[in-house]
């Protein structure tokens, strides 16, 4: 399993790099029954990530900003990440539904898809 968790965190970390460096992992749906299996685990990152690469394409305001964001200062990056998002509070909701099942996932499973950069950057987009 860690070798399949690495591998997803290698997969997902480009667009969630982008997209969680601005900040609440979101509570798991008390109906939710878990499936933590490696594959569905998988299944749910790489679900994620087409998902928010899909999003941040249609919206290149929210894409520029969080592609300037790896190559800034971490500072800076969060105040411009909020700056934008605070404007098109809109597109932060939207965008933060589209990561929530990473959180959960997470939560739920026990597991860190992560690595710790891109876990804290995600909590803090979350957290808004």
Avoid: W
Avoid at 86 to 91: F, I, R
């Amino acid at each position: 399993m860690k070798t399949n968790i690495k591998n997803i965190r290698r997969a997902s970390a480009g667009v969630l790099l982008g997209a969680a460096s601005a900040a609440l992992i979101a509570a798991p749906s008390a109906s939710a029954t878990p499936n933590c299996n490696p594959d569905a685990v998988a299944g749910t990152v790489s679900s994620v990530t087409g998902a928010a690469g899909a999003y941040l394409n249609a919206h290149p305001g929210a894409n520029q900003v969080l592609q300037a964001a790896r190559t800034q200062p971490r500072a800076e990056a969060a105040a411009d990440i909020r700056a934008y998002f605070t404007a098109n509070s809109q597109e932060y909701y939207e965008l933060r539904g589209i990561l929530a099942p990473i959180g959960e996932t997470q939560q739920q499973c026990n597991v860190s898809l992560l690595s710790p950069e891109l876990a804290s950057a995600y909590s803090e987009f979350m957290a808004g």
